[in-house]
């Protein structure tokens, strides 16, 4: 097909994610190899944001494509109250992976159903129903997940299913807690306890934390935070959820973005950098205790496609590439060139106003003022942010550009020449954000 076809066919037969179908301008994509898009028109785009933040290896990595050819070969699909080599090995592979007790995992095909069997296993392991978590969040976007959820996407889903209670973050979009970190991490706590007994400790199942919060910022937490929050769940018979959809398998410059963190949740949720996206799979893991009950109490959850064996041989082979060519360790050594970058564009352009990154996950921040105002409000957009996103397209980058900020989230496998032929683009590109800034 031509790419004028292919674009207006996808528009007419299929339906987009978050976007109204006339609205869209999908990019019309022939292949992708390493960091880098290849469109039908012959463009080379550099994949700033990993796809979804999910293609932690790069892309069509020979390794992970030849397991997959291969369990094509062997087997694909059993049902999922069977056993196979595949299930055995992954299960087996990711206890030696994760730390402290979780050993024991259910597998599925995406984060958000990772996330609703977790609120089941909290639910009916504790025999509590409520679920808290952070406005400054998103979790998927199934039914309860969404409800999990405290950025605005949940608003058009609502009213869900009840029990869902959604607190502030350490650091809110607005309101501060304090300017220290310590501050940060003590206040909130204290607010957060307060929420806990005016919503009944006896009736709270769990709380789900994305361990860094993923698409509503790229915050990593106060230092402490969520050690102290395990210890304040803990004492009050509350599970602890880890939500590493996004930010697990080597993102942060960790296996598991709570290593950064010094503790171990209760139960713990993956998909997305588990294959690359090379293949649907996700996992909710969870600790000795809980495995315990499951293995003496009927665990009321199920799918179709648990446990399938392309998936489990994809996250096998990608797990293997991650650990044998040090793509965690390259995310980690790259934190320092893409904070350098980011903040010698801090200096040089006044829109700027924060650049984080912690391993190669990573946000910048646009300002309309010195007084650090926002240049899109909260849930808003702003045309200059469009303007952005266009040149950086026009441009050989793609990342996402969301409200007054845009991610920062390569390959694992970038080098150093290649992250500063990204931020060469941003550069450029920040000077129309700086038209915009008002002084």
């Known amino acids: 097909m031509e790419t004028q076809e292919i674009v207006d066919l996808c528009k007419k037969h299929t ?39 999910s293609v932690n290896i790069g892309h069509a990595h020979p390794r992970v494509i030849e397991a997959m050819k291969k369990q094509i070969d062997e ?29 024991t995992f259910f597998f599925c095909l995406g984060g958000a159903e990772a996330n609703e069997n977790a609120i089941k296993a909290a639910r009916q392991f504790t025999g509590r129903q409520k679920i808290l978590s952070f406005y400054r969040s998103y979790h998927g976007a199934t039914n309860a997940a969404m409800q999990l959820t405290g950025d ?14 959604h607190v502030m973050n350490p650091r809110p979009y607005d309101y501060s807690f304090g300017d220290s970190e310590e501050r940060q991490s003590s206040e909130n706590l204290k607010y957060l306890e307060e929420v806990i007994v005016y919503e009944g400790p006896e009736k709270i199942a769990a709380m789900f934390v994305e361990t860094v919060v993923g698409t509503n910022g790229i915050q990593p937490p106060p230092a402490g935070y969520l050690a102290k929050l395990k210890a304040l769940l803990s004492r009050h018979g509350i599970l602890m959820v880890c939500d590493e959809v996004m930010c697990g398998f080597g993102r942060t410059g960790k296996m598991f973005a709570f290593e950064n963190y010094g503790f171990v949740p209760d139960i713990v949720t993956m998909a997305k950098g588990l294959t690359s996206s090379y293949a649907p799979l996700a996992a909710m893991g969870i600790s000795d205790p809980i495995a315990k009950h499951f293995q003496e109490n009927v665990f009321w959850g199920g799918l179709t ?37 980011m903040d010698r564009l801090q200096a040089k352009h006044p829109s700027v106003k924060e ?15 010195s007084a ?15 303007e952005l996103s266009q040149f950086f ?17 390569p390959p694992l496998c970038i080098t150093e020449a290649q992250l500063k032929e990204a931020f060469e683009i941003i550069d450029r590109g920040l000077d129309i954000t700086d038209k915009a800034f008002e002084g």
Not at 79 to 101: H, I, N, Q, S, W
Not at 152 to 161: H, S, T, Y
């Open 15 to 53: 339906m987009y994610t978050w976007a109204a179908g006339d609205s869209v301008n999908p990019l019309p994509i022939k292949s992708c190899e390493g960091i880098y898009m290849h469109t039908t028109d012959g463009r080379k785009i550099i994949d700033f944001n990993s796809q979804l933040m």
């Open 75 to 103: 087997l694909l699909y059993v049902f999922p109250a069977t056993a196979t080599e595949t299930r055995a090995r992954m299960g087996k592979k990711l206890a030696e992976l994760v730390p402290g007790d979780i050993n």
């Open 152 to 165: 605005p996407r949940r608003l058009a889903n609502e009213p869900g299913a009840p029990g869902f209670i």
């Open 305 to 341: 496609y648990n446990s399938h064996c392309l998936g489990l041989a994809t996250a096998e082979a990608n797990i293997d590439v991650l650990l044998d060519e040090g793509l965690i360790e390259n995310a980690a050594k790259m934190q320092h060139v893409m904070r350098s970058e």
């Open 355 to 369: 650049g984080r990154a912690l391993g190669l996950f990573g946000m910048m921040d646009i300002q309309k003022n």
């Open 372 to 386: 650090g105002d926002r240049l899109a409000a909260y849930n808003t957009k702003h045309p200059v942010m469009s």
């Open 393 to 409: 397209i026009d441009n050989g980058l793609f990342t996402f550009v969301r409200w007054s900020s845009f991610m920062c989230n």
